[in-house]
DNA sequence: ACTTTACCAGACTTGTTAGTCTTAAATTAG
DNA sequence: CTAATTTAAGACTAACAAGTCTGGTAAAGT
């Protein structure tokens, strides 16, 4: 199913997407989340709080409450929310599996993967959230 | 743990790079394999034997028998391992867990990611394991 | 034939991730 | 103040992947 991020993480990056494309200090609830992004509520609710408390959105509690961003939408990466979520052991594990991933032993791929990797890492860290969410056209997150 | 491959897989990967060094029709028991590659012996076996099943490697019973490739090494790739164990939907589903990955409503780095798809596809069919397996310098790989 | 060695098949257990449910606490509106 | 709304917290269940165990079958050597 999931490509290279747990599902957790994959869901996380979909929401913090979608605040990305709010006011500055809007609130969006979880309900208006799992609504237009089809990720089950309670699970959502637990990822959202984890990111909350890592500092990454902040949270309000009672009607006309919600999530927003913890930050400014240009301040914040995909690697931000990856490393929070799934942590970066995807940065240095061998994709082979082998035991240890460096110069002295390499694997087979070893040169090879260790280009896609920058590549990887560049791909979430070259452009921030509010970019990207601006030039997304995908209808789930229209108005 | 695993980057990409599940562990299955990662285990079948080493396993049969560890045949592709061993002379044609040469058997290799999971008990040499298990000791070398450090993988647990009963879920080796396992996965050999799902290799073995569809035609990537041929087995044989009693002293002397073991595994070895089903096929000239040169004409294994990595991926042909891969998609015996865990199948090829890393090929074509969204890096960031979007339930469609297409051009239509392209993710944020949908373009990006693709790229990157093709050269992970090219990694793992640009080379065979015969040749792979000859210039590893893994100790375990030694005798 | 008998014994040993090794794969075969499938049930079983364990550990991790995904997903659900319930209760509490905070905030807003009336 | 009260009722409605929304997050917070943590226990709980389900599904899946990883790993183990046992009894069976085929081949080799004596
Ligand atoms: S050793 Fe395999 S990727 Fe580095
Ligand atoms: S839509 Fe995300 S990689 Fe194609």
Redesign the interface.
């Known amino acids: 199913?999931?490509?290279?991020?747990s599902?957790q993480?994959?869901?996380a990056?979909?929401a913090v997407?979608y605040l990305a494309l709010k006011q500055n200090g809007e609130m969006t609830s979880i309900r208006e989340l799992t609504k237009k992004l089809?990720i089950p509520y309670h699970f959502l609710a637990k990822i959202l709080q984890s990111l909350a408390q890592k500092g990454l959105l902040s949270s309000l509690k009672g009607p006309t409450g919600g999530f927003s961003l913890g930050m400014p939408a240009d301040e914040i990466t995909?690697f931000h929310i990856v490393e929070a979520i799934d942590g970066v052991?995807?940065m240095h594990?061998?994709?082979?599996?082998?035991?240890d991933c460096s110069g002295e032993?390499?694997?087979?791929?070893h040169e090879?993967?260790g280009?896609?990797r920058e590549?990887?890492y560049s791909?979430?860290v070259s452009?921030n959230i509010g970019q990207?969410?601006r030039?997304?056209?995908?209808?789930e997150y229209k108005t």
């Open positions: 199913m999931s490509v290279i991020f599902r993480c994959e869901y990056l979909q997407l089809k995909l052991a995807f594990n061998c994709v082979l599996g082998f035991p032993n390499p694997c087979p791929v090879r993967w280009g896609l590549e990887l791909m979430l452009r990207m969410a030039e997304l056209t995908k209808p």
